[in-house]
Every structure is written in C-alpha cells, then in structure tokens.
C-alpha cells in the first residue's frame, strides 16, 4: 500500500517532469503559447517517469551484471548539477556511435579539476555543462572500460536517464545505488512505477 505522502512526492515529480518536457518544446518552436497548458496536461497524465532499458557487457561489473540486464531508468529531460549528482548511474548517448547509449557512473562534473595518474599528461578543469564518466569493473583497462579516460569529458545535456533499478535474473534484482541525493529524490518514482514483472517479462537473457 502506497502512502499519501508518497503519492503526493511523485505527483510533484510529474509536474515538474511535465513543465520541463512542455518548455523544452516550447523553446524549440515545436509547440505554439496556446498548446503549452494542453502539451503540460498531455505529459502529466500520460507520460511515466521511467522507461526500460536492455544494457550489456563488463563495463558496469557488477551493478550490472556482464550477461546483461534489464534496468529501470528515470527520464531526466534536463540534466545540470541540480538534477544529477556524483555517484549516479545514468544513461547517456554514446559519444563515438550516436545511435547507440551507454551505461556509466558519474564521476565528476564542471569545475573539478582532473588529474591523470600518468605524469605526463596535464591537469584540466571540466567546463561548464561537462561531465566525466566512467565503468564500475575496476578489473578493466581504460581501453576496454569504454569510459571518459578514452573518449574524453562528454555534455551533461547528452545524458537522458538516471538507473534506479536493475534486474540481472529472475531472482536477482534490486535497487541501483546512486548518490544519496538521488536516491531520496527517485524513491517515490521507484515506488510506484516499479513492475518487476514487466521487467522479467523484457529481459532478454
């Protein structure tokens, strides 16, 4: 049985979900002033805040486990420091194939100062609207982890998600840990929007 309180959080989320979707269409010229209360109320009462996900591989060993999983993932229409924090999982557009996504955790964002392990290489701060991003397998080299040691900072705008749940095999599943920021703010969206049967259903393992 889901609270009052709960309900009420994640009816607050599906506003602002709607609100940000409607601007960003609005700014983009595809909706005109007067569709933007009908776009709004379209987005909160038929939108969900989730969507699934099929990830494989060993880059995100052993959140995700390296046969694959089925994640679940919450939309982030407009990712900045105040939607995203370090220490999430998120899905991000793939920064060398741009019809492809990937899975990484975030390590750092604008105004931190990177420094490289190898001596040789210059320190350098992330600028405004960049991110790093790297793979949870720590058994992997740089080359093979596919993450920001090789291809680079990438846009915090190329991020679309935030995974709060993954479900590895039938009987292997749970929550995704994400910084506790995030993990406050999705509890509700987990809550409710959470069908692990329609997730084990998608698995394609």
């Not at 960049?130 to 080299?141: F, H, I, M």
């Not at 920001?148 to 009987?171: N, W």
Request: charge should be neutral.
């Amino acid at each position: 049985m889901v609270s009052l309180s709960t309900w009420l959080r994640y009816l607050g989320h599906k506003v602002v979900y709607s609100a940000s979707i409607s601007w960003k269409s609005y700014k983009r010229g595809q909706i005109t002033d007067r569709e933007v209360r009908d776009a709004l109320w379209k987005n909160f009462f038929q939108g969900k805040l989730t969507y699934l996900h099929w990830n494989k591989g060993a880059e995100m060993a052993p959140t995700i486990g390296v046969q694959g999983g089925t994640l679940l993932v919450r939309k982030i229409p407009a990712a900045d420091p105040t939607h995203v924090f370090i220490g999430d999982v998120v899905v991000l557009k793939d920064p060398e194939k741009s019809d492809n996504y990937l899975v990484r955790r975030l390590a750092a964002i604008e105004g931190y100062e990177m420094v490289s392990t190898d001596e040789k290489d210059e320190p350098f701060v992330l600028e405004k609207n960049e991110c790093w991003v790297l793979s949870d397998n720590e058994n992997l080299k740089p080359k093979e982890a596919v993450d920001s040691r090789t291809f680079g900072p990438v846009l915090m705008t190329d991020i679309v998600g935030r995974v709060i749940y993954c479900l590895r095999t039938a009987v292997d599943h749970g929550p995704v840990q994400n910084s506790h920021f995030s993990m406050r703010k999705d509890s509700p969206v987990l809550e409710i929007e959470l069908d692990v049967d329609e997730m084990a259903r998608s698995h394609k393992a």
